[in-house]
C-alpha cells in the first residue's frame, strides 16, 4: 500500500542519512551548529540527491523523444 502512495507523488528513496544524537547540544542561540563530521554527510546526501536528479532528468528526456 505505502509503496503505491510513494510512486505516485514520485518519491524515491535516499537511503544515507545523517544521525543526530542529542541534538539540543548543537543549538545555539536558536541556530544549529553542525560538526565538520555531519557537514560531510550533509555535502555527500546532496551529491546523490543530485545523481539522482540527472538520471530522472535523462530518463524523462528518453520519454519525451
Known sequence: ???QIVTTVKAMPIFES???LFVTK???SGKFT????????FLMIMD???KSGI???ELRNKWRN
Open 55 to 57: 538520471s530522472f532528468r
Open 48 to 50: 546523490e540527491v543530485y
Open 18 to 20: 545523517i544521525y543526530i
Open 34 to 41: 553542525p560538526t565538520t563530521e555531519r557537514e560531510q554527510t
Open 26 to 28: 548543537y543549538i545555539t
Open 1 to 3: 500500500m505505502i509503496k
